[in-house]
Every structure is written in structure tokens, then in C-alpha cells.
Nanobody
Framework: QAQLEESGGGLVQAGGSLRLSCAAS????????MAWFRQAPGKEREFVAG????????YYADSVKGRFTISRDNAKNTMYLQGNSLKPEDTAVYYC?????????????????WGQGTQVTVSP
């Protein structure tokens, strides 16, 4: 059974950094696009960043462009999200997702596999 598991969330002060990981198991995701989404309280889940199966193609939401970096290590079946210059508005539960097809799709309906999420809280 294919599974995705996020880790690395926590509490950080504004201006700080955090690195999230998404470990895949149960199958090899090296041919899948992968992405990070986030959901803040009372808001819909939104696309943060996506990465192609090869790692060459990356896509970012305007709100995180220049501050977040998505990457992957197919040998370890793991994806990462490095967040720098964090802001209180980055506070959310962060989810990883995987699917065949383009890595730049922003709709949750386009993604097949999902993790359970990890909480990121940025204090002012």
C-alpha cells in the first residue's frame, strides 16, 4: 500500500527556517510528480510547490516564490520543502501529494496520493 508521510513541522519564529520531508513507502514514486499543499484554519487547501519526477521542473505559488525551495531524492524516495524567511501567514498544516502528470497542477482533485500532514506554526 502506497503511503506518504510528512515530518519536520514545528514552531518557528517569523524570519526563521524550516525543512519539511515527505517519505514515500509501499511503491516507488520516482516516476510521479510530487507537490506540497497547505491548509490554514478555516481556509481551503492550497498549492504551495510542485516538482516533476526528474526534479528538473519546479513550480511555486506566488506567495512562497523566492522563500521556499522544493527538491527530491528519488534514491531515497523522499521529497523536501525548505522554507526560509517564514511569515505568520505560512502557518498551516502542510501536506505532500503525488500523482502522474504535470507537477504544476494546483487543484487537490488532480493529486492521487496524500500524506496525513504536519503542522507548521510561525509566531510573530
Amino acid at each position: 500500500q502506497a503511503q506518504l508521510e510528512e515530518s519536520g513541522g514545528g514552531l518557528v519564529q517569523a524570519g526563521g527556517s524550516l525543512r519539511l520531508s515527505c517519505a514515500a513507502s509501499g511503491r516507488t514514486f520516482s516516476s510521479y510528480s510530487m507537490a506540497w499543499f497547505r491548509q490554514a484554519p478555516g481556509k481551503e487547501r492550497e498549492f504551495v510547490a510542485g516538482i516533476s519526477w526528474s526534479g528538473v521542473g519546479t513550480y511555486y505559488a506566488d506567495s512562497v516564490k523566492g522563500r521556499f525551495t522544493i527538491s527530491r531524492d528519488n534514491a531515497k524516495n523522499t521529497m523536501y520543502l525548505q522554507g526560509n524567511s517564514l511569515k505568520p501567514e505560512d502557518t498551516a498544516v502542510y501536506y505532500c501529494a503525488a500523482s502522474l502528470g504535470s507537477a504544476g497542477r494546483g487543484s487537490t482533485r488532480d493529486w492521487t496520493y496524500w500524506g496525513q500532514g504536519t503542522q507548521v506554526t510561525v509566531s510573530p
